[in-house]
């Protein structure tokens, strides 16, 4: 049956860890908090501090300003 046989030549990695991915950084965030903005019916450029705030919020699943920033490698760049 051809295509039947494994092919080595192309050996399968492992995925990175699903934590790998989801890690939030600050760039996320800025991304959640345009489309925040946008959801809103402002343009992207257009956000809100509480647009920030839902974003850091959301992206951290902290509530405290000290463990969001911590979770995200310190203060935003």
Known sequence: MPGARLS???PVRAAPRSSE???PNWDS???RTRQLAANAGR???EVTQ???EQAKQEMTGAADLDEQH???GG???
């Open 8 to 10: 080595l030549m192309h």
């Open 21 to 23: 991915f989801l890690k």
């Open 29 to 31: 965030v800025y991304d």
């Open 43 to 45: 343009r992207s450029f």
């Open 50 to 52: 509480l647009d920030y």
């Open 70 to 72: 911590a979770i995200l």
């Open 75 to 77: 203060d935003s760049p």
